[in-house]
């Protein structure tokens, strides 16, 4: 027989290049500010310095962590820059890199309780923290009817909530039949993540009904009754309302309580997508945004978005366990166990459309123990403030347009002078790469979104952004 060959890298190794690599990280954290944010490459670029073919023969640790460098990090739009203020920030902080790595090194998978019962239940453990910190209803707790999951990203939560709705308003008889005239609501304002739900789900895109907004970019509950109305007499089912809290265009906030009364009325399952702003609710003087979740069945927020945590963690919580469960559950022979047949425990693959799960728990847990509830308030009240005095900056400039009073942590601006001036400061802005902002439309019009929540963001930061805007409008002022 031949000689053995191992070419696993081995514990003692492992040792040495983790250390290698937790430095490399702890140095991007320290140089961060020094790239440009915005990535600045072409098309193809990166493609081209990568070989064609996989090595035949493994390469050192040290020549893959130099290609890190030299062809990786030219491709890196730096989100965790405390200057990017694009999009809705996508955060991760020390202790959920640590938690996320120690998941990786367990390797476990946690598709059911007996894969991993630890998993299993400090995931339920920690959903049912999070349900109190930001104060949602105790029937979305584990203790009370329903609980909470984590889901890889809020699009997976509204289509676990379509696809449990859809069932509900079926007698779960869609999984089986098929075929559907039940109707689906949301406001112009919610995330594209609703209509692709509803793709998927096999409500057909015909069904989704926009509801218009009022002038705070909310959805106005009197047009969707009308809509309901309208759909019934006309043989509909209306089935599914999507409210958001937190747009991500303007960061509107829909009035829960006036559309969770319809959804009551007319039996329609209410799904709020607080993907973004959800974070604010840690903080008592922002529960006033969970006013009316009583009203609906199911809730997400995305603590990988403010809330410190590595992507990819979603907060599913559902308010009736029993039909979630009953839309997603098949149990072929191999997964069969004793704990499982019990009925006292939670198996998660019965909560999610996958059957194999990570361990996201555990960074979510370290970021809340590590931080504490306090240290998570202070982060996020201060960029809620810093974020309020840049509006007002905005405010007291005459050359610029304030959207609207910013509700949280998201400012929407544009320049007097109309789109193609707004259009022309942003590229100019984003290609200094001192900075990285992006756009949205609103009523019409080209509007800049200045996002403030990365993780590290302070109130220099920001104070530099506004320099660098008024700077760039002078030049392109100039320029005319
Ligand atoms: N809902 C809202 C309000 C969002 O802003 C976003 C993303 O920005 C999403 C849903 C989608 O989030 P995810 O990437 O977790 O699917």
Not at 29 to 49: F, H, T
Not at 57 to 85: A, C, Y
Not at 354 to 366: A, E, Q
Not at 446 to 464: E, P
Request: proline share 5%.
């Amino acid at each position: 027989m031949s000689q053995l060959q191992n070419y696993h890298m081995t514990p003692e190794e492992f040792r040495r290049y983790g250390r290698l690599v937790i430095d490399w990280i702890a140095d991007y954290y320290e140089n961060v500010e020094s790239y440009p944010v915005l990535s600045q490459v072409e098309p193809g670029q990166i493609q081209a310095m990568l070989p064609l073919a996989p090595p035949q023969k493994g390469e050192e640790f040290e020549d893959i962590l130099k290609d890190v460098e030299r062809i990786i990090m030219p491709g890196i739009t730096h989100w965790q820059s405390p200057n990017f203020f694009a999009y809705f920030p996508a955060n991760t902080s020390g202790p959920s890199i640590l938690g996320d790595l120690l998941a990786s090194g367990l390797g476990i998978q946690g598709m059911l309780w007996a894969t991993s019962p630890a998993c299993t239940e400090l995931e339920t453990r920690v959903l049912d923290w999070m349900a109190d910190l930001i104060a949602l209803p105790a029937k979305f707790k584990s203790t009370g009817s329903g609980g909470g999951v984590i889901q890889d990203s809020a699009s997976s939560a509204v289509l676990t909530a379509l696809l449990a709705a859809r069932e509900r308003a079926t007698s779960f008889q869609f999984n089986e039949q098929g075929g559907t005239n039940l109707t689906v609501y949301t406001s112009t304002q919610a995330h594209s993540s609703v209509e692709k739900g509803v793709k998927v789900a096999g409500y057909g895109r015909k069904n989704l009904r926009l509801i218009d907004v009022d002038s705070n970019f909310a959805m106005r509950p009197d047009l969707l009754k009308q809509q309901i109305e309208s759909d019934i007499k006309e043989g509909y089912k209306p089935a599914f309302v999507a409210a958001t809290i937190g747009t991500t265009s303007s960061n509107g906030i829909d009035p829960i309580r006036a559309i969770g009364e319809i959804c009551q009325r007319y039996g329609i399952w209410l799904h709020v997508d607080a993907a973004m702003a959800g974070t604010a609710a840690i903080l008592p003087e922002y529960h006033y945004l969970q006013d009316g979740l009583e009203l609906a069945d199911s809730y997400a927020f995305n603590p990988h978005k403010w809330m410190f945590t590595n992507f990819d963690c979603d907060c599913f919580f559902v308010a009736d366990r029993e039909t979630l469960i009953q839309t997603l559950s098949i149990l072929p022979e191999y997964l069969r166990n004793q704990a499982t047949e019990t009925g006292a425990v939670f198996d998660y693959r019965d909560w999610q459309i996958p059957l194999g799960r990570r361990f996201r728990s555990l960074k979510l847990w370290f970021v809340l123990r590590s931080y504490g509830v306090e240290g998570l308030q202070y982060h996020i009240r201060q960029h809620i403030q810093l974020a309020q005095e840049f509006a007002h900056w905005i405010e007291a400039d005459p050359r610029f347009i304030l959207v609207m009073p910013p509700p949280l942590n998201l400012v929407c601006f544009r320049h007097r002078s109309g789109d193609v001036f707004t259009q022309r400061l942003l590229k100019k802005l984003n290609q200094g790469g001192k900075l990285y902002l992006t756009h949205t439309v609103l009523n019409g019009l080209y509007t800049l979104r200045m996002s403030i929540g990365q993780t590290n963001t302070q109130v220099h930061h920001v104070a530099q952004a506004w320099s660098l805007i008024q700077s760039a409008v002078a030049e392109l002022e100039a320029e005319l």
